[in-house]
């Protein structure tokens, strides 16, 4: 039986991901990849441990951004744990491959890589032949030996560490008992004020310096998944190209951060949001089915569906108003209020804004959302 493969990325090595994937599918091989393997609807962190310990082959795309991402480090740790685990012989087989130039984590540092950067299309064989057991037909000329799998060099002292330190200050430095009181009161008064990237800086140097000093630990973690969440849910809404990598990861993020703390902020909503965002997809494929079949009941709640998320999503705007006279003929754009006769008209889901800064009554301008 073909090995199963689970590929380990950062979103913004998403096009490389999807290639090799498709590569390894066209040569007959299935596994975990998030952008296929994750469906709406799927509980995300579920679907990514069961892929881990069905998987035979490991294989962590590593970038300098993987290497910043603290979901590819944990996914990474969590690998080599199993790997390691008495009665598993060593599986998943772990093969680092280099997507870009970049520092190794210490945890993969032992292990040969395969380096696909500049030179893909060898790279592929290697990985095949030498890495999933793959026999490739025989070419008509001779064919090119693959280029070894080689042993990563040590970095050169210059270059930064793979992995961001707990603290900005030396690793040695240990703080004194008032300082460390002092930062843990200033850490939680910034989270209070919502100053979060401060507060999980001065927590980051406790933890550098004192790791069991009361919850810091805790804090960090929960900090660090809120923000990371933040920046990817940031970068997918400038992503143009309406890819579900970015909010994969942000719910992935969210979901073991509701796990620790279920009320954390705002983080519920948050989730709600991704979840809506990576639905997308499927959500607009449904809107072409119903198009097809004039099934203009069906289609004006997907268009509601998709409007309330990103109303620009693909060809939506063109579709809506090609669909609108249909839609308006079958008497969904309104209906009868029983209590007084009115015609009411509907207004599709989505956010709005509310409030006024002119008055001191009122609250703030705030986004709203209404189903």
Same mark, same amino acid.
């Given at each position: 039986?073909?090995?199963?493969?689970?590929?380990?990325?950062?979103?913004?090595?998403?096009?490389?991901?999807?290639?090799?994937?498709?590569?390894?599918?066209?040569?007959? %091989?299935?596994?975990?990849?998030?952008?296929?393997?994750?469906?709406?609807?799927?509980?995300?962190?579920?679907?990514?441990?069961k892929?881990?310990?069905?998987?035979?082959?490991?294989?962590?795309?590593?970038?300098p951004?993987?290497?910043?991402?603290?979901?590819?480090?944990?996914?990474?740790?969590?690998?080599?744990?199993?790997?390691?685990?008495?009665?598993?012989?060593?599986?998943p087989?772990?093969?680092?491959?280099?997507?870009?130039?970049?520092?190794?984590?210490?945890?993969?540092?032992?292990?040969?890589?395969?380096?696909?950067?500049?030179?893909?299309?060898?790279?592929?064989?290697?990985?095949?032949?030498?890495?999933?057991?793959?026999?490739?037909?025989?070419a008509?000329?001779?064919?090119?030996?693959?280029?070894?799998?080689?042993?990563?060099?040590?970095?050169?002292?210059?270059?930064?560490p793979?992995?961001?330190?707990?603290?900005?200050?030396?690793?040695?430095?240990? %703080?004194?008992?008032?300082?460390?009181?002092?930062?843990?009161?200033?850490?939680?008064?910034?989270?209070?004020?919502?100053n979060?990237?401060?507060?999980?800086?001065?927590?980051?140097?406790?933890?550098?310096?004192?790791?069991?000093?009361?919850?810091?630990?805790?804090?960090?973690?929960? *900090?660090?998944?809120?923000?990371?969440?933040?920046?990817?849910?940031?970068?997918?809404?400038?992503?143009?190209?309406?890819?579900?990598?970015?909010?994969?990861?942000?719910?992935?993020?969210?979901?073991?951060?509701l796990?620790?703390?279920?009320?954390?902020?705002?983080?519920?909503?948050?989730?709600?949001?991704?979840?809506?965002?990576?639905?997308?997809?499927?959500?607009?494929?449904?809107?072409?089915?119903? *198009?097809?079949?004039?099934?203009?009941?069906?289609?004006?709640?997907?268009?509601?569906?998709?409007?309330?998320?990103?109303?620009?999503?693909?060809?939506?705007?063109?579709?809506?108003?090609?669909?609108?006279?249909?839609?308006?003929?079958?008497?969904?754009?309104?209906?009868?209020?029983?209590?007084?006769?009115?015609?009411?008209? %509907?207004?599709?889901?989505?956010?709005?804004?509310?409030?006024?800064?002119?008055?001191?009554?009122?609250?703030?301008?705030?986004?709203?959302?209404?189903?």
């Amino acid at each position: 039986m073909p090995p199963k493969f689970f590929i380990t990325h950062s979103w913004k090595d998403i096009e490389f991901a999807t290639r090799l994937t498709n590569d390894l599918n066209r040569h007959g %091989l299935a596994g975990f990849f998030d952008a296929y393997s994750i469906k709406p609807g799927d509980e995300i962190a579920v679907r990514i441990a069961k892929g881990l310990e069905e998987c035979d082959v490991y294989a962590p795309l590593l970038s300098p951004d993987a290497v910043a991402s603290s979901w590819c480090v944990r996914e990474i740790g969590i690998a080599i744990d199993l790997s390691m685990e008495r009665g598993r012989n060593g599986r998943p087989r772990v093969i680092p491959i280099i997507v870009k130039p970049c520092v190794l984590p210490t945890i993969l540092r032992g292990l040969l890589y395969i380096n696909f950067d500049g030179r893909y299309a060898d790279a592929l064989n290697d990985f095949l032949v030498r890495g999933l057991d793959v026999a490739l037909p025989a070419a008509s000329d001779p064919p090119v030996p693959p280029a070894p799998i080689v042993l990563p060099p040590d970095p050169p002292p210059a270059l930064e560490p793979p992995l961001r330190e707990l603290s900005a200050d030396p690793p040695s430095k240990i %703080l004194s008992r008032d300082q460390v009181i002092h930062l843990y009161s200033e850490a939680r008064a910034l989270q209070a004020a919502e100053n979060l990237s401060a507060a999980r800086d001065a927590l980051e140097k406790i933890v550098a310096s004192t790791p069991g000093y009361r919850d810091a630990s805790a804090r960090l973690q929960k *900090l660090r998944l809120y923000l990371d969440a933040d920046d990817a849910m940031r970068d997918g809404m400038s992503d143009h190209e309406d890819k579900s990598g970015a909010w994969i990861e942000a719910a992935t993020n969210l979901q073991e951060l509701l796990r620790l703390d279920a009320n954390f902020m705002d983080a519920p909503a948050k989730l709600a949001t991704c979840q809506r965002w990576i639905a997308l997809g499927e959500t607009y494929e449904r809107l072409l089915d119903a *198009l097809e079949t004039d099934d203009w009941a069906t289609a004006w709640n997907l268009f509601q569906q998709i409007n309330a998320v990103k109303p620009t999503y693909k060809h939506t705007p063109t579709l809506l108003e090609r669909a609108m006279p249909d839609i308006r003929r079958a008497g969904l754009m309104s209906k009868v209020n029983p209590r007084d006769g009115k015609e009411m008209i %509907l207004i599709p889901a989505g956010e709005f804004v509310m409030g006024s800064n002119d008055y001191d009554d009122e609250k703030p301008v705030h986004q709203v959302y209404l189903d």
